[in-house]
């Protein structure tokens, strides 16, 4: 069974520093991998989406890469600022035994992001 | 384009009670999802879509109903409202299940049961 895993859990940083988020997953045999960003009492918001034949994928400050042999993604923001703070999750989609997609994103926990001013 | 739109944004009802979370998009998406989010447990799958007429379960299906009469709705009933059915839901959509298919997600509707 596909486990996603975040940590830590809680992360707290200056304004303008750079930082690595951790998402792991259990099986390797993935579709695609997703990085969501999620404000308090809101939706969720896509940011990345990799897919399985990526390493990684680029928008603006933020970097996400892919290693399926290790069960690996990070999603790398440069140069943080207080209007990153939020709760940062992945999700995989995981690759049926004939090569398409299930149909369900397996979700992280998240990990709750503070940049402080 | 509006999105992903759910209503209502809150919602309280009493054991027993049934009711009906709304969900629409309008970018002409083939999959349709529903999920729950509960703290410590992530987001988990209650039902999906891959297109009108078509629907099957996700991981925690029981207590819900769902129909796909249309390409732009999909609604979530629940039959019998419990506590335990006291959540975040969270509509989501995508042009597909491809490789390249993101998935948009609505605002999210609050319930809770008393």
């Known amino acids: 069974k596909q486990e996603v895993t975040q940590i830590p859990a809680a992360l707290s940083v200056p304004e303008g520093e750079n930082l690595v988020l951790n998402c792991s997953f259990t099986?390797?045999?993935?579709?695609?991998l997703q990085w969501f960003r999620q404000d308090p009492g809101k939706g969720l918001t896509s940011l990345l989406l990799?897919?399985?034949?990526?390493r990684e994928q680029t928008s603006g400050r933020l970097n996400a890469s892919l290693d399926k042999s290790s069960g690996r993604s990070t999603l790398y923001i440069a140069a943080s600022q207080p209007g990153d703070s939020a709760t940062y999750l992945c999700a995989v989609r995981h690759r049926r035994f004939y090569g398409g997609a299930t149909n369900k994103l397996i979700f992280g926990t998240g990990t709750l992001l503070a940049v402080q001013p | 384009n509006a999105g992903v739109t759910q209503t209502p944004k809150f919602q309280v009802l009493k054991t027993g009670q049934s009711m009906t979370l709304q969900c629409a998009q309008d970018m002409n998406h083939e999959y349709m999802s529903w999920y729950r989010q509960d703290p410590g447990m992530g987001l988990r799958l209650i039902h999906y879509?891959?297109?009108?007429?078509?629907?099957d379960q996700g991981e925690v299906p029981n207590g819900y109903n769902v129909s796909r009469s249309t390409t732009e709705d999909f609604p979530l009933r629940l039959l019998s409202a419990a506590p335990s059915q006291t959540s975040v839901y969270f509509c989501a959509s995508s042009l597909g299940t491809g490789a390249y298919n993101e998935q948009f997600f609505g605002p999210g509707t609050r319930l809770t049961v008393l």
């Open positions: 099986d390797s045999a993935i579709y695609n």
């Open positions: 879509s891959v297109g009108a007429g078509i629907t």
């Open positions: 990799i897919q399985s034949s990526q």
